[in-house]
C-alpha cells in the first residue's frame, strides 16, 4: 500500500468490479487513504467478456443500488458510467486528476488480461496502480505441485493451501469518504435496464433473496446461528435450509471468504470440529475451481479431459427444453429444475443430479447445461459453474467417473426422503404417498387418482427409462474411454 503523502493529496480512483462492499475491501481502503475519492463501476459494452446472465443481472442491479446507498453514506457517491474500461479509466484519471487507481483482483481470464493491460497503461502514464486480493483466500497462481503444476485433485490442493490460510480480522469499512473534486456525472442504473419487465419473472427471486452487504452479513449470522450445527450430515438435504446460501453473496462480493472464514472462527456456534471442518472444505472448493480456472482459461469451452472431445452427445432440443422446464418425469430432477428457474438457485446434491441426468441420462453436451445454469443462477460464477459441470460430466478435474451414473430415484429417495423438497417444487405430485413421490409410475392407479395425479396428463411420464438410458450412457463412455 502506499505511503507516499504526495500522492494521497490527489484524488484516488476506486474501480469497483466483482467486489459491491465497502468491508473488508482492500482497494477501497487504499483509496480512503487519499484525500479525495471517485469510486467508479463501468457496464462494460465493448464486447470484451461473456454477458453476465438474467438471474444476475436482477441480482446486480439490487447490490449496486445498495452500494451506491452505502457509499452516498460515506461521503463519496458511486460514478455509473458504461463503454470500454481501458479508455474510461484513463480519461477519468485525466479528468479527476487522480493520482492513483485501485481495484481488486478478478480471475476470470477475460478480465485477467483487460486488468493488465490497463495497468499497463496507466503505469506508463506514471499512475500509482494497485490491485488487491479478497475474492479468494489464496492467490490461485502461486499455489504449485512439486512438480511446479498446478493441482488437478481437490484433496491435496487443500492440504496445501490449508495451513496457509490465516484467520485474518478483516478490513473495516471506511469511516468516511470524501469525495473528489472533480466528479463525472453518474447515469441512471434504471437506464442499465437490468431488471426483467415484460415478462417479469423476479417474482420468487425476490422473495427468497436480499442482495446487498447488509443481506450478506444477516445470512451469514442467521447460518451461524442455526445451520452450521449439523452441517456435515445435513447438508446433502435439499428439504431444510442446511447450508449457508452464501453463494450469490460471494459471487457478487458482497462478502469475502476471509470474512466468513473470520466469522466462523468467532463464532459461539456449539457446530461440531467435523461441521466448521466440512464448511471450510466447501469454500475450499471454491478456491479450487479458481485455482483450475486460471490455469486453464479455456475450462468454460474445453474439456479437460480432452478424451471427451469425441463424446458422442446427443442433439436433442425436445429433451433439453424439457430439462430446462422440470417436465423430465423424474421428481427430484425437476424439483431442482423449478427451484432453479422459481428462486435462482438450486441445491448442490440437486444441482448433482440435475447435472448428472442432462449429460447423462439425455447425453446432452454439458456445455448447454452450464449456459441454462449461467443465465439462470444468481450465484452464477464463473469457475465454480464451469468446474462443476465438468466434474459431474466426467471431462473435469478430479470427475466422479463417467461411469458413476446418479439413479435420480434412489437419490430422492436417500435425500428427500418423506418429499418435502419434491411436494414443495412439483405441487402437482404434493398429495402422492412418499413411497412414490419420487417414481410416480409405480404408484397402483387407485393411489393416483386420489393423489390427483394422472401421468401424461398433470405430470409427464419419464422422457427416458432410468435403465436403458443408464445403458445407453456407458455404451457412449466405451467408444472413447480408451482414446489416447
Ligand atoms: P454451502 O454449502 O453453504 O457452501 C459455502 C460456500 O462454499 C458456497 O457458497 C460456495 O461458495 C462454496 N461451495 C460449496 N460447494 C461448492 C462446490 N461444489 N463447488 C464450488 N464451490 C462450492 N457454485 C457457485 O457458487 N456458482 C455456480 O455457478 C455453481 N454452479 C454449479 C453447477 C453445478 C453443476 C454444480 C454441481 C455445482 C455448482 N456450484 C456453483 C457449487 C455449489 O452447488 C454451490 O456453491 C452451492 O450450492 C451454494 O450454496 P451454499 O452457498 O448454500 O453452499
Redesign the pocket.
Known amino acids: 500500500m502506499t505511503s507516499d503523502v504526495s500522492i494521497q493529496d490527489q484524488p484516488a480512483i476506486v474501480w469497483f468490479r466483482s467486489d459491491l462492499r465497502t468491508g473488508d475491501n482492500a482497494a477501497l481502503h487504499a483509496a480512503s487513504l487519499h484525500k479525495t475519492v471517485l469510486p467508479v463501476l463501468i457496464r462494460d459494452t465493448s464486447n470484451g467478456e461473456r454477458d453476465v446472465g438474467g438471474a444476475r443481472k436482477w441480482w446486480l442491479h439490487h447490490a449496486v443500488e445498495r452500494l451506491q446507498e452505502a457509499l452516498a453514506d460515506l461521503g463519496a457517491p458511486l460514478v455509473l458510467l458504461s463503454g470500454n474500461p481501458e479508455e474510461l479509466i484513463p480519461d477519468l484519471v485525466t479528468s479527476a486528476g487522480a493520482s492513483a487507481v485501485y481495484w481488486n483482483r478478478r480471475y476470470d481470464p477475460d478480465f485477467k488480461s483487460l486488468d493488465s493491460r490497463i495497468k499497463e497503461d496507466l503505469q506508463s502514464r506514471d499512475i500509482h496502480v494497485e490491485s488487491f486480493g479478497g475474492h479468494l483466500l489464496h492467490e490461485p497462481t502461486r499455489v504449485r505441485t512439486g512438480s511446479d503444476t498446478h493441482y488437478k485433485v481437490y484433496s491435496p490442493f487443500w492440504r496445501a493451501i490449508e495451513g496457509g490460510i490465516e484467520d485474518r480480522e478483516p478490513l473495516p469499512a471506511p469511516k468516511s469518504l470524501k469525495a473528489a473534486p472533480t466528479m463525472p456525472d453518474s447515469e441512471e442504473l434504471s437506464d442499465w435496464k437490468l431488471l426483467p419487465e415484460k415478462p417479469d419473472w423476479a417474482g420468487g427471486i425476490r422473495e427468497t433473496w436480499t442482495p446487498g452487504e447488509t443481506g450478506a452479513r444477516d445470512r451469514l449470522e442467521e447460518?451461524l446461528s442455526g445451520?452450521i450445527k449439523g452441517?456435515a450430515n445435513d447438508?446433502d438435504l435439499p428439504g431444510i435450509e442446511?447450508?449457508?446460501?452464501?453463494?450469490?453473496?460471494?459471487?457478487h462480493g458482497e462478502i469475502t471468504?476471509a470474512q466468513?472464514i473470520h466469522a466462523l472462527a468467532e463464532s459461539d456456534t456449539d457446530a461440531s470440529s467435523k461441521d466448521r471442518t466440512v464448511?471450510r472444505k466447501?469454500?475450499?472448493?471454491?478456491?479450487?475451481?479458481y485455482h483450475l480456472l486460471i490455469n486453464e482459461p479455456d475450462l468454460p469451452r474445453v474439456n479437460h479431459n480432452s478424451k471427451f472431445d469425441d463424446f458422442p452427445w446427443n442433439d436433442d432440443d425436445e429433451g433439453l427444453r424439457a430439462w430446462q422446464k422440470g417436465m423430465t418425469g423424474y421428481p427430484i430432477v425437476d424439483a431442482g429444475m423449478r427451484e432453479l428457474w422459481q428462486t435462482g438457485?438450486?441445491?448442490?446434491?440437486i444441482?448433482?443430479v440435475?447435472?448428472s441426468f442432462l449429460t447423462k441420462h439425455l447425453l446432452i453436451d454439458?456445455r448447454l447445461?452450464?449456459r441454462w445454469?449461467?443465465d439462470t443462477?444468481v450465484?452464477?460464477?464463473?469457475?465454480?459453474?464451469?468446474?462443476?459441470?465438468q466434474?459431474?460430466a466426467g471431462s473435469g478435474a478430479d470427475a466422479a467417473p463417467y461411469f458413476r451414473i446418479f439413479n435420480p430415484i434412489i437419490q430422492g429417495e436417500k435425500f428427500d426422503p418423506d418429499g418435502d423438497y419434491v411436494r414443495k417444487y412439483v405441487p402437482e405430485l404434493c398429495d402422492l404417498p412418499s413411497k412414490y413421490i419420487h417414481k410416480p409410475w409405480d404408484a397402483p392407479e387407485g393411489v393416483l387418482s386420489k393423489a390427483g395425479v394422472r401421468l401424461g396428463d398433470t405430470y409427464p411420464h419419464p422422457i427416458v427409462e432410468h435403465q436403458k438410458a443408464r445403458q445407453r450412457a456407458l455404451d457412449a463412455y466405451d467408444k472413447i474411454k480408451d482414446a489416447a
Open positions: 447460518f445451520a452441517y447438508r442446511s447450508t449457508s446460501r452464501l453463494s450469490p453473496h460471494l459471487a471468504p466468513i464448511f466447501e469454500i475450499g472448493w471454491r478456491e479450487f475451481s438457485w438450486m441445491h448442490n446434491r444441482r448433482m440435475a447435472a454439458w447445461g452450464e445454469f449461467w443462477l450465484d452464477a460464477d464463473p469457475a465454480s459453474n464451469t468446474a462443476s459441470w466434474w459431474v
